[in-house]
């Protein structure tokens, strides 16, 4: 019932974006983007930015881990969150977003994929589910690649250990950043070695490695996931633009895995990566930005659209 009821708040929520153009309030003038320090959130989040200074606001995106993003947004100390990874985050929506704490705008990216993954040459040997990994422990020395510290899908990692889930109860959870995990994968596929690692779409790691997800994980994981914006409660109502706008974005995963491939293959940085990927696609803007003004008032689209 929780859930259903969320779900029809969400959209009484949505419905009364359409659109309130009075006054926002002061605390409107800057915005405060929730970033856990991953490479797809700080692609969307630099789309969100970019749009928002054309708009007249100012950003702030300070880098936090998930647990304490979900905190910041119920206490209201962080406005939004464009990376609600779901499933994988499906603890944190339940106690803040399904129980009307936090508000949930839109769903902006699908098909996702979120579980263990290994290097092709792994899956090509046996590999290929999470009950395979147990008979080949050796070779993978019993540890399991993670990202940061507190990350929801580091946590079902654990209950996988804890429970002996997959006959993983002697096995490792190697916390560390996503990109000191990364680098641990390289190596690894440098020299032909096993490793399993948290592995997910969108992202470079797709194109930078020949990598298989293992199936089998889906109690944990889900078959396919989805990505949700979200916002402290009341935001709608207390700055209807802004929201607007976060409620409008839509992302692909092509448009994403491109331009992370540009920040990571071409020595590009995140914002400027953003900016290339606008101007070459300016339709873009007129859809995310539709029913949206400048902050003082003026053409939203013209504004941004000046920025490039």
């Not at 792994?122 to 070779?139: C, I, M, Q, S």
């Not at 641990?184 to 399993?196: H, L, S, T």
Request: glycine share 10%; hydrophobic share 45%.
């Amino acid at each position: 019932m929780k859930t259903i009821n969320a779900v029809l708040a969400g959209a009484m929520l949505l419905a009364g974006l359409a659109f309130n153009t009075q006054a926002e309030d002061a605390r409107c003038a800057t915005v405060k983007l929730g970033d856990p320090g991953w490479s797809d959130i700080a692609v969307t989040n630099g789309v969100a930015r970019f749009l928002l200074n054309g708009l007249g606001y100012r950003t702030e995106t300070p880098t936090l881990a998930v647990p304490i993003i979900f905190a910041g947004l119920h206490k209201g100390q962080i406005d939004a969150f464009l990376g609600n990874w779901m499933p994988a985050q499906q603890s944190n929506y339940d106690k803040f977003v399904a129980t009307g704490s936090v508000d949930k705008l839109a769903q902006n990216l699908s098909g996702t994929e979120y579980t263990l993954a290994v290097p092709r040459y792994v899956h090509d040997a046996g590999v290929k589910t999470f009950a395979d990994l147990e008979r080949f422990a050796d070779r993978f020395d019993r540890k399991i690649y993670g990202i940061g510290s507190g990350a929801p899908a580091n946590e079902s990692i654990r209950q996988m250990i804890t429970g002996n889930e997959f006959g993983l109860g002697g096995w490792t959870l190697v916390e560390s950043s996503e990109q000191a995990m990364l680098v641990q994968v390289g190596r690894a596929v440098k020299r032909d070695q096993f490793v399993v690692f948290l592995g997910w779409t969108p992202h470079p790691m797709n194109v930078q490695f020949d990598i298989a997800y293992l199936k089998g994980g889906e109690k944990y994981f889900g078959e396919s996931g989805s990505v949700n914006t979200l916002a402290r409660k009341g935001y709608a109502e207390q700055c209807p633009n802004v929201a607007r706008l976060l409620a409008n974005l839509r992302f692909t995963q092509d448009m994403e895995n491109a331009i992370m491939n540009q920040v990571l293959n071409g020595n590009a940085s995140n914002d400027a990566a953003v900016k290339d990927w606008l101007k070459a696609n300016p339709a873009a803007i007129d859809g995310w930005l539709e029913g949206v003004t400048a902050r003082d008032g003026g053409d939203g689209a013209a504004a941004v659209k000046a920025k490039l």
